[in-house]
Antibody, heavy 118, light 110 residues
Framework: QLQLQESGPGLVKPSETLSLTCTVSGVSISRSGHYWEWIRQPPGKGLEWIGSISYSGTTYYKPSLKSRVTISVDMSRNQFSLKLNSVTAADTAVYYC??????????WGQGTLVTVSS | QTAVTQEPSFSVSPGGTVTLTCGLSSGSVTSNYYPTWYQQTPGQAPRTLIYNTNTRSSGVPDRFSGSILENKAALTITGAQAEDESHYYCVLLTSSDFWVFGGGTKLTVL
């Protein structure tokens, strides 16, 4: 069964870099047709797609975040990662890692709350 | 950037039918945007209801259906039940290969 699990610090200081890792189990991260996505949700607000990396390593980023975001893959560990630099309070959110396949985001990780605060 | 629009809130009576929509700030939604609908209850990750416009995800009751109506993607719940009270989000794949979520609709069943 395909499962995803986010990990990383729950508190990040303003201007620093948010780093999260998603561990994928149940399928190889290099499997054809799969995309590995990051989506976030500020407390009490809606969902926001951050970006993704394809099975072949191509990255796609939300234009307004592109200058601050890097998504990468570690094939040896079957993990993919998110780095978001120069964070502010506006980046406080629950961050989800998700599998994209057949134009569908499924399944989702449980989500991890990252708070930006000094 | 393209904005995706949804009704902020909607109400339906138990057993009733409701249609939520998902539009674009500029232009019409077609199946080429691969509209997808998610249901989210508080504290939980979203759950796929409908993808590729009208494909029901595994395990989703058949009272949920997707379509294109008057240039918007639509999610129809026929015979709403109390457990359908939730937030509903649509997402579209724009021409520049970016996914854009709508702001979500809070559905009340009463």
């Amino acid at each position: 069964q395909l499962q995803l699990q986010e990990s990383g610090p729950g508190l990040v200081k303003p201007s620093e870099t948010l780093s999260l890792t998603c561990t994928v189990s149940g399928v190889s991260i290099s499997r054809s047709g799969h995309y590995w996505e990051w989506i976030r949700q500020p407390p009490g607000k809606g969902l926001e797609w951050i970006g993704s990396i394809s099975y072949s390593g191509t990255t796609y980023y939300k234009p307004s975040l592109k200058s601050r975001v890097t998504i990468s893959v570690d094939m040896s560990r079957n993990q993919f990662s998110l780095k978001l630099n120069s964070v502010t309070a506006a980046d406080t959110a629950v961050y989800y890692c998700v599998r994209g396949y057949d134009q569908n985001f499924d399944p989702w990780g449980q989500g991890t709350l990252v708070t930006v605060s000094s | 950037q393209t904005a995706v629009t949804q009704e902020p809130s909607f109400s339906v009576s138990p057993g009733g039918t409701v249609t939520l929509t998902c539009g674009l700030s500029s232009g019409s939604v077609t199946s080429n945007y691969y509209p997808t609908w998610y249901q989210q209850t508080p504290g939980q990750a979203p759950r796929t209801l409908i993808y590729n416009t009208n494909t029901r995800s595994s395990g989703v009751p058949d009272r949920f259906s997707g379509s294109i109506l008057e240039n918007k993607a639509a999610l129809t719940i026929t015979g709403a039940q109390a457990e359908d009270e939730s937030h509903y989000y649509c997402v579209l794949l724009t021409s520049s290969d970016f996914w854009v979520f709508g702001g979500g609709t809070k559905l009340t069943v009463l």
